[in-house]
């Protein structure tokens, strides 16, 4: 995992390891494409209750955002989201999705890389 909301899943996806990555490209169109916030497909894909193309669709999405041709994520997530049983995507897009939501555990909310911790000045009296 990365600052970036990157990821490589340790885990073969279809033909090998691949990123993913959810910036906010991918969560507009994802939001464009479910008509629902990107937080309340999380939340679907928790309840294990997504619509049918919640997974694939953010399967592709992530993969796209992770630097592979939109033709080439369409045929991968073709083969092997969208023709494979449903719930066996539910992991992978939950995992692709909170990392661009929630971001990753080497991550602090508010600092960008390299940003130092401003001096807290000291009390004053009064």
């Known amino acids: 995992m990365s600052r970036d ?3 490589t899943i340790s885990e073969i996806f279809g033909d090998g390891h691949h ?23 999380l939340a679907r894909l928790i309840a294990y209750l997504p619509m049918v193309d919640d997974a694939p669709e953010i399967i ?4 796209i955002g992770g ?3 939109p033709p080439e994520a369409v045929a991968l997530t073709e ?28 991550e602090k909310p508010g600092k960008s890389a390299g940003e130092a911790e401003a001096p807290v000045p000291p009390p004053t009296t009064g």
């Open 5 to 7: 909301a990157s990821i």
């Open 19 to 41: 990123t993913f990555r959810m910036a906010i490209g991918q969560l507009r169109e994802l939001q464009e494409k479910t008509g629902v916030s990107p937080f309340a497909v």
């Open 79 to 106: 083969r092997y989201a969208r023709q494979r049983p449903s719930a066996e995507s539910i992991p992978l897009g939950t995992t692709i999705l909170k990392a661009g939501l929630l971001g990753v555990p080497d």
């Open 67 to 69: 630097g592979m041709a």
């Open 60 to 63: 592709r999405l992530g993969l």
